[in-house]
């Protein structure tokens, strides 16, 4: 135990005191270690790391200290926890209970006012330069971040001070890691993403609009069993549910390989199961784990509904033109055209061309097609 | 109301397949290869799998069941089978409420899930210590 644990410990309300290592509590509450292995199996699906790996997570697990949690939300609609409070694996329980100290969340804590913030104080004093830090929503800029205020402080305040004593920086949903919504034209408030702000933190960005919720338990869940961030992607985003885009492990690949594609919402390809790619489906550019882990348990992904991808996981994909309209040119920022149909028809014969030219050379050399490689 | 209480049923046509499930026999079978030739034991995770609807319920059928099934409960209850095929066992663990929380495929002898764990040995071996106290003084 060390000197910062003492204070919040004696007034932490917790069942399981602060200091004790995700072992100590499990093994209180009579969890066995079979038990254990079963959800560190779970943990490591939803890291999408090797299944092989779940004894090596138990073992570094058990002695994982819980870490002290400070969510802050900003210009956001609260979807991101609705995402999170519907996570299925590990609960919300668990994950707050036994994996981490979740010390202010002003949605979810029972105080309220000055009790509230001055948890939230506490847990700054005492964790200082340990606590990890979550931001969900964009931060105001414009007349001095007037926009959003928390306690009569504006979100711009709260960021700075609070990011100082931050291990690390989680920007939950495409609003905290790229601006989303609120940045969209014309930005009335000048939202920005929290790493246009704070330069001198690591920060990991979960985007997604909202972002599913095992990836944010699966990065929470990361950080405790390796005791620091993921690798990340050039846009801060971790590889391992962000390295490989909605396209790549999409079940309607095959389709788009032969050049099937559906070219209305009720036509013989759609009740087919084909491609949406000509219906404006933002699968080819767009990086998340969605394809794979799905929505609500498993059940399905907006592609599998019959509906292309929004894009929602890529800055600027609300600016970007119609969901409807079908990619040009896809690299980041996102680009479409008006005429789906004109740029669909000769994307499905040219880029199936191009991808098999594509695949063939990147599979001699070990590396992946990009997308820019797919619509040469 | 869960999701999988809504009464939708996916379709499992014959025809409407690409081709997943065959990649994915074709995999378990060169790793029951080594496991048959030096033991090597390895696990798939069928949660990181696009699977198309249906396919999964086609791989379930394609599998088949064995002479093995176990039920654990353990912060909520894992279904263990032996496949048709000796040495394929599917293991699904569930969450409390219902929910799959992970779901694989591990090509081995046994799944280690079954086998008592040393630490819960030695907790249980004190229990039984406990006990045996307790018969002596009665």
Redesign the interface.
Known sequence: MNDHDAPIHEKNSHEFPIHETLGDSLAQQG?????F???C??M??LM?L???TA?AIAEALVKAKRPSVIWLSFQECTGCTESLTRS????LENMIFNMISLDYHHTLQAASGYGAEKSREDAMKNFFGKYLLVVDGSIPMNNGGVYSTIAGRTNLDLLHEVAKGAAAIIAVGTCASFGGIPNAKPNPTGAVAVSDIIKDKPIINISGCPPIPAVITGVLAHYLTFGGLPELDDLGRPKSFYGETIHD???????YDQGKFAKTFDDEGARN?WCLFELGCKGPVTHNAC???KW????SFPI?SGHGCLGCSEPHFWDAGSFYSALSMPASPLKYVAGAAVAGAAAGVAVSIGNRIKKGTAKSAHQKATIEDLEK | M???TIPIYTQTEAD?S???IRALLTEIAARLERLANDGT?????L???????G?YERLRHALGKGEVSAH?E??GP?EITETRYPGVWWVT?Y???G??????L?ITTAP??LS?????IRSGLALLHIQLKEEVQQ
């Open positions: 969890i066995s270690r079979r038990a292995l079963k959800f199996t779970a490591a699906s999408a090797p299944p092989g004894t299925y694996s590990p609960t492990r999409c079940y309607r690949r095959p389709f199961g394809a794979t882990t609500n348990g498993g059940t599998e | 869960k999701p999988q409407y690409v081709g997943n034991s390895a696990s798939i995770d949660n990181s799998l696009p699977f198309a609807p396919e654990i353990a912060i894992s663990h969450n409390v409420e929910d799959i929380v992970a779901d694989m591990e280690e899930i008592s764990q040393p630490d819960d």
